[in-house]
């Protein structure tokens, strides 16, 4: 039985029948028009193949880490580093020929699986900087340091790109107010506390992983929480853009980007992850709240006033 607050996605098998009608393969090349709004069943490189030239302005990928594990019966084994620098290689090989000279690019990886894409990036494209995600979740290590830092490389096709950080001001309490003649200085003050608006810096520690009370958790072992997509296409997409993410997983990107006013292509292999992803697409038709986005500006892990805004 579930707990009361467990608001974890699940789907029963008439409901995954319905829902994996939608997610139709290619049997050939695709136009721009047919490829939108779609997420494709099947493995990335066979697909990313099938997909127009040049037409997406956003990519975000988030494959296997080098760790082995297993993704609903599927399993992918740890390889040897050359083998996942191979492996690295093919993938954004198939991936970026479908982006515009003005595209944008980030890729997710822990620390080990880091040192192998980076370099692999700066050798194709223009690498712009390194986030540093603070996921505020891992398992207590005896031998070692427990790991909650993952890592997020950012890099552009050319010169050419879209970065928007007014779109992903961060709103952090005020511990000691500063004031000018009397009246606050880049601060204001409401009935639930002093806040401020900041610039957003490549070191974010505002967003958790996604948990059993969240709407928008499922199984998914490695599940993205929304409000990290959202920070990655509010600030380098424009409203009607095209996100591609060649390994869409539970739809964290998908459905983040429908949520924002953007098109999505997704690519999954596994069938039971495209079930949950169509689902929460089916869910982002009336409901386009993201968890820790409110009022134009990402909040502060556990800020009352947020939680009272989206209480029940």
């Known amino acids: ?43 990335s490189l066979e697909l990313l193949e099938l997909l127009p030239r040049g037409f997406a302005d956003l990519l975000i990928a988030d494959p296997p880490y080098n760790l082995t594990k297993n ?35 980030y890729v997710c990886c822990d620390w080990r699986s880091s040192l192998v894409i980076g370099p692999i990036l700066v050798r194709r494209l223009r690498l712009q900087n390194r986030i540093t995600w603070q996921r505020e979740k891992g398992r207590g290590a005896r031998h070692n340091w427990k790991n909650v830092l993952e890592d997020i490389w950012f890099a552009t096709v050319s010169a050419d790109y879209r970065f928007h950080p007014e779109a992903v001001m961060q709103r952090r309490r005020v511990l000691a107010p500063y004031r000018e003649g009397g009246r606050p200085k880049d601060w204001e003050e409401n009935a639930e506390g002093r806040f401020r608006n900041s610039f957003p810096s490549n070191f974010w520690d505002d967003i958790s992983v996604p948990f059993w009370s969240m709407p928008e958790n499922t199984p998914h072992p490695a599940q993205k929480p929304e409000k990290l997509m959202a920070k990655l296409i509010l600030a380098s997409s424009d409203p009607g853009d095209i996100v591609l993410d060649p390994f869409l997983g539970s739809g964290s990107s998908a459905v983040t980007a429908k949520k924002l006013g953007r098109h999505y292509v997704g690519v999954e292999r596994e069938a039971a992850y495209c079930a949950w992803a169509e689902k929460r697409l089916e869910l982002a038709e009336t409901d386009k709240r993201i968890q820790g986005y409110a009022d134009g500006v990402f909040w502060e892990r556990n800020t009352a006033a947020l939680m009272k805004k989206h209480r029940g």
Do not use: H, Q
């Open 1 to 43: 039985m579930k707990a009361a607050n467990n608001r974890s996605l699940e789907l029963s098998e008439a409901e995954s029948r319905r829902l994996l009608a939608r997610c139709v393969r290619p049997e050939g090349p695709l136009t721009p028009d047919e490829a939108l709004d779609r997420i494709l069943p099947g493995d």
């Open 71 to 105: 993704y609903n019966g599927s399993r992918f084994s740890r390889m040897g580093e050359a083998e996942y620098a191979a492996y690295t290689e093919r993938w954004l090989d198939a991936a970026l020929p479908c982006l515009k000279e003005t595209g944008s690019v």
